[in-house]
């Protein structure tokens, strides 16, 4: 592998990783929410408790999201981690748009699941990139 593949494969991995961390934190923010609401302005935290907060997150998760995933198609061509991520993103983009309007219990599901799915699909990602990996003399790692 050239430098500049093994510095372009460092960086997919990077948004990767990046992406599947922010898609667990969205779900554990959003399933945890309606636990914690009360506590969060004690501890100077209620901006995590806002909608446009949330809109915001979830707008830089599903950019993540399709920016490492269409990517990691093009390499490794292989469609499960799509096929996670999509649904994911209409979840949550579902939830913070039209469930917030209607009950706090359905639209807590649809982000949780919707992150959860996203998340796995970023980690199916990782998981076949490293399955096309192969180390060679030149290998950093």
């Known amino acids: 592998m050239d430098a500049r593949q093994e510095n372009k494969s460092r960086w997919w991995s990077l948004a990767d990783r990046v992406g599947a961390t922010a ?4 779900a554990i923010h959003c399933a ?8 969060l302005p ?6 995590l408790a806002g ?3 949330e809109r915001g997150f979830v707008m830089f998760a599903s950019a993540l999201a399709l920016f490492a995933l269409i990517s990691g198609y093009r390499h490794h061509h292989q ?3 799509l096929l996670l991520a999509l649904p994911g993103l209409a979840l949550l983009i579902l939830g913070v748009t039209f469930a917030e309007n209607y009950s706090i219990a359905l639209h807590s599901v649809l982000v949780t699941c919707g992150g959860l799915l996203v998340a796995s699909a970023h980690f199916v990602n990782l998981r ?3 399955a096309l990996h192969v180390h060679g ?3 950093a790692h």
């Open 42 to 47: 004690v501890l100077g935290l209620g901006f």
């Open 137 to 139: 003399p030149q290998c």
């Open 51 to 53: 909608h446009a907060f």
């Open 79 to 81: 469609p499960l981690p």
């Open 23 to 26: 898609s667990f934190l969205c």
């Open 128 to 130: 076949k990139h490293r």
């Open 32 to 39: 945890a929410l309606p636990f914690v609401l009360a506590l």
